[in-house]
Antibody
Framework: QVQLKESGPGLVQPSQTLSLTCTVS????????VHWVRQPPGKGLEWMGR???????YYNSALKSRLSISRDTSKSQVFLKMNSLQTEDTAIYYC???????WGQGTLVTVSS | DIVMTQAPLSVSVTPGESASISCRSSKSLLHSNGITYVYWYLQKPGKSPQLLIYRMSNLASGVPDRFSGSGSETDFTLKISRVEAEDVGIYYCGQLLENPNTFGAGTKLELK
């Protein structure tokens, strides 16, 4: 049974760094890519980037300078780090795979002092 | 980046009737392998998006056959036959042909 679950802080201060973890089960990170997608409150979906099954990464050019995606295959975890957070980064952050057939529940990140 | 344009932005449907949502891409989504990389998702209120249609016309697992997808290289349609209360939410099209993967702005489906 494929499952993905996001975890991380619910509140981040402006200019600080966001660190999120996506823990997966039911499949291997070496077989399927994992994507990160975010959704500001009341708005649409924005693709952020992905960790490909072979270890390559791809980023949305709009976020590339601030974003890093990595993984630990032994722990079945994919990590997202994004620096210089601003209030407009407030959003629900999802990880998804297969591709986009399976989604985590999402985690709300609020950027506020 | 490939721009995905959806229409209409909202639609109100009587239960039991059908609904169609359109999506247009700024570039052909037909790959040289013959696969058209357009996907459809439904986001129910307060929930994560769920995949409805993959590769333009393939029904995702567990999705009722009231849903169907069709289209050409740049123009796509999601059709919902016999709309039910559980179909309420926001429908998104998306493309997986190129990075960055992009989504349409969404179409909100409500019941009359």
């Amino acid at each position: 049974q494929v499952q993905l679950k996001e975890s991380g802080p619910g509140l981040v201060q402006p200019s600080q760094t966001l660190s999120l973890t996506c823990t997966v089960s039911g499949f291997s990170l070496m077989d399927y890519s994992v994507h990160w997608v975010r959704q500001p409150p009341g708005k649409g979906l924005e693709w952020m980037g992905r960790m490909k099954y072979d270890g390559d990464t791809y980023y949305n050019s709009a976020l590339k300078s601030r974003l890093s995606i990595s993984r630990d295959t032994s722990k079945s975890q994919v990590f997202l780090k994004m620096n210089s957070l601003q209030t407009e980064d407030t959003a629900i952050y999802y990880c998804t795979s297969h591709p986009f057939a399976y989604w985590g529940q999402g985690t709300l990140v609020t950027v506020s002092s | 980046d490939i721009v995905m344009t959806q229409a209409p932005l909202s639609v109100s449907v009587t239960p039991g009737e059908s609904a169609s949502i359109s999506c247009r891409s700024s570039k052909s989504l037909l790959h040289s392998n013959g696969i058209t990389y357009v996907y459809w998702y439904l986001q129910k209120p307060g929930k994560s998006p769920q995949l409805l249609i993959y590769r333009m016309s393939n029904l995702a697992s567990g999705v009722p056959d009231r849903f169907s997808g069709s289209g050409s290289e740049t123009d796509f349609t999601l059709k919902i036959s016999r709309v039910e209360a559980e179909d309420v939410g926001i429908y998104y099209c998306g493309q997986l042909l190129e990075n960055p993967n992009t989504f349409g702005a969404g179409t909100k489906l409500e019941l009359k």
